[in-house]
Every structure is written in C-alpha cells, then in structure tokens.
C-alpha cells in the first residue's frame, strides 16, 4: 500500500523559511516522479513543484520561482520542500503527490499524503 | 500557461442524479486530463486519468470523456458518498487544476 506521509508544516514569519518533508513508503520511490501541491484555506489546489525520480529535473510554478527548492532523497524514500520569503499567499495545507507513470515525468497524481499546514503570519 | 475553467462551479443534486461536470482548457491538451474528488479536510483522490480511464477502485459510475479542448465528468447514479468537490487538471504542459466544482445536496 502506498503511503505518503508529510511533516514540517508550522506557524512561520512573514519573510522566513520553512522545509516540508515527505516520507515515501509502499512503493519503488526512485522510479517515480514526486510532486507538490497547496490548498489555501477555503480555495483550490494549486500545483506547486514537481521533480523526477532521478532528482535531475525540476519543475516550479511562477508562483514560487527562486522561492521554493524540491529535492529528494532516494536513499531514504524521502521528498523535501525548501520553502524560503514566505508570504501570506503561501498559507496552505502543503499535499505530497506520487506520479501515477514510471516512464513519464508529466502525469497524473495517483497518491496524495493528507498534507501539512503551512500558516505565514506574525 | 494552460488556464482550465470547470463548470458549473456549484451543482446542487439528489441522490440517483446524473450529473455532469464540464471542464475546458484554454488550449488544447490532447487526451492529457485527470479528475479528483476532495471531501472536506481529506486529501484529493484521483477519479480518472487521461481523460476517460478509470482508476483502480474507484466504481463504475464515474466516467470521463472528452479530449482536445472539452472534457467532461459524469457520474451515472449519484451516491451519498459522491456529494464532494471535484477538481480537472490538466498536464499536458506542467500542471494546473481547475478551480473545482462542488456537488452538493439538493
């Protein structure tokens, strides 16, 4: 059984850091692509970034650009998220995703963790 | 960037309703389209998968449809557990979801 566990979420300053972390288990991590997703309170999902099983590509959205970094551990069945001068806007529950295909990077999301609270205030 | 506008963005209904949900992407994006239902406070669960392949598990009265630039998601007899918000994402460049739909009881 797949299993995405996420952890990292917490209350944070405007202008400050944060790194999510997501443990990967059920599956054969270093084959697939990793993603993640927000939702702010009471909105919709908004793909944040995505990163090949190799670690080798990365995608971003503009929204988070030179902000966020994504990186993972292939060793330890792990997906991070480096998430740098956080604003209000990035107030969300934060969903790590599994790609649903081995031989694409691009492709639908077929598992979701029951995400973490990422709460930008002073 | 892909914009995808979902409609309607409420749907009110009974149980044993068909319901459609439309879903239209700014541009083409061949058959490279994915449903999820979101309960409140639980993650999204993917539904279908490019465009009218269905998950494993999930029952058979979901369905999708469609490709190019007009997609659509039925469920043939609504259920209880069906009432929910539904979400369309394209990835046919990057990602990007549409802004949801919201089932609920009529």
């Known amino acids: 059984e797949v299993q995405l566990l996420e952890s990292g979420g917490d209350l944070v300053q405007p202008g400050g850091s944060l790194r999510l972390s997501c443990a990967a288990s059920?599956?054969?991590?270093?084959?697939?692509?990793m993603s993640w997703v927000r939702q702010a309170p009471g909105k919709g999902l908004e793909w944040v970034s995505t990163?090949?099983?190799?670690?080798?590509?990365?995608f971003y959205a503009d929204s988070v650009k030179g902000r966020y970094t994504i990186s993972r551990d292939n060793s330890k069945n792990t997906l991070f998220l480096q998430m740098n001068s956080l604003g209000a806007d990035d107030t969300s529950v934060y969903y790590c995703?599994?790609?649903?295909?081995?031989?694409?990077?691009?492709?639908?999301?077929?598992?979701w963790g029951l995400g973490t609270l990422v709460t930008v205030s002073s | 960037d892909i914009q995808m506008t979902q409609s309607p963005s409420t749907l009110s209904a009974s149980v044993g309703d068909r319901v459609t949900i439309a879903c239209r992407p700014s541009q083409s994006i061949s058959n490279w389209l994915a449903w999820y239902q979101q309960n409140p406070g639980k993650a999204p669960k993917l539904l279908i998968y490019?465009?009218?392949i269905l998950e494993s598990g999930v029952p058979s009265r979901f369905s999708g449809s469609g490709s190019g630039t007009e997609f659509t998601l039925t469920i043939s007899s609504l259920q209880p557990d069906d009432f929910a918000t539904y979400y369309c994402?394209?990835?046919?460049?990057?990602?990007?979801f549409g802004q949801g739909t919201k089932v609920e009881i009529k």
């Open positions: 995703a599994k790609v649903g295909d081995t031989a694409m990077v691009i492709a639908h999301f077929d598992n």
């Open positions: 059920g599956f054969s991590f270093s084959r697939y692509a």
């Open positions: 994402q394209q990835y046919n460049s990057m990602w990007t």
């Open positions: 490019k465009a009218s």
């Open positions: 990163i090949s099983g190799g670690g080798d590509r990365t």
